[in-house]
């Protein structure tokens, strides 16, 4: 740990053909601790990253989840990509990635890697979410990837989750008057829809994420999704979203796509009710949610803390000064 590198305890590559998971495991203790990895596991990691398709279905998406859900969700979708594992495990973001770095050096202006920043600063080894809220990101982001849409539509689309009802939607727009980013491809530019004709806008969006919710559970949808990327590399699976996660990401934009001045998933508190947002209780998931993309739609930098009274953002550990999480947390 002193010099800040991830290795085995036995070779590399025997361990990891002994326990493909192996390298999720080591991804994952990197992401959390802005660790590198020795140069004999790198190696071993880039020319075993293929076997992990023979991991069990279930067991990939627990890996998977212990990934994302925990606060490092950004750095280990970079570490994901880095070793070719982001295509085998999340195909239509790698191919995403793969096309927005052409020519880039970094990835930190991309929409998804800002979606991905702003979910971690709410989250720690301490506090996770359920799979569904990052999963719900995902496909949040997917549509607007195969369908970019207006600026000021975006935001009244994760005010409508923040905030639970289309009146405090408006009354929050009309009062929020800071500078709007935008993205290429996900946004239209500088917004010219009038608050007017805003709500028919805002079901439409919520169509075609929940639409998009089948781009992460079945692989005909996918490699759909997947033709606007000519360079992506073929997928024939596993798709590892279940069924009962699926259920929970139509339950988290439910009611979203109809008349929205009906529409009510208020709650019935302020801030983050954590164990809800573990357990995955979608009124959690689609609060979060809210303002996750709210955050990534502003050109401010997100405080280290949230309005939210009962919650407080826990800076990430800086290896160089010798802090770092409890290693219990990490497994």
């Given at each position: ?321 010798g802090s770092h999480p409890p290693l219990s947390t990490l497994f």
């Amino acid at each position: 740990m002193r010099k800040n590198k991830v290795c085995t305890v036995i070779p590399a590559h025997i361990s990891f053909m002994e326990d493909p998971a192996r390298i999720l495991r080591g991804l994952r203790i990197a992401a959390r601790l802005g660790f590198q990895f020795s140069s004999e596991t790198s190696t071993a990691i880039r020319d075993l990253s293929s076997s992990i398709i023979n991991i069990d279905k279930a067991r990939l998406m627990m890996e998977m989840n212990y990934l994302l859900s925990y606060g490092a969700a950004e750095p280990s979708v970079r570490l994901l990509r880095k070793y070719g594992l982001l295509d085998l495990l999340l195909p239509l973001q790698g191919a995403y990635l793969s096309d927005q770095m052409r020519g880039k050096s970094s990835d930190r202006d991309l929409m998804l890697m800002k979606l991905l920043a702003n979910l971690d600063r709410l989250l720690s080894a301490d506090r996770p979410c359920h799979s569904s809220l990052w999963l719900a990101l995902l496909v949040f982001h997917s549509a607007l990837v195969n369908s970019p849409q207006d600026t000021l539509v975006i935001r009244a689309f994760a005010a409508l989750l923040y905030f639970g009802t289309w009146e405090s939607t408006i009354k929050f727009l009309k009062e929020d008057v800071g500078a709007q980013a935008t993205y290429v491809p996900e946004t239209l530019g500088t917004s010219r829809i009038k608050l007017d004709n805003l709500m028919e806008q805002t079901s439409y969006l919520a169509s075609l994420v929940i639409s998009s919710v089948h781009t992460m559970t079945c692989l005909d949808a996918l490699q759909q999704s997947l033709a606007r990327f000519p360079d992506a590399p073929q997928f024939s699976g596993p798709v590892l979203v279940s069924n009962n996660d699926r259920s929970r990401l139509f339950r988290i934009f439910e009611g979203l796509d109809s008349d929205l001045t009906s529409y009510n998933a208020r709650r019935g508190m302020h801030g983050i009710d954590l164990w809800s947002l573990k357990d995955g209780h979608p009124d959690e998931a689609r609060f979060v949610l809210g303002k996750v993309i709210l955050d990534t739609m502003s050109d401010e930098l997100p405080s280290e803390s949230t309005e939210d009274a009962d919650v407080t953002i826990k800076p990430a550990a800086d290896p160089a000064d010798g802090s770092h999480p409890p290693l219990s947390t990490l497994f």
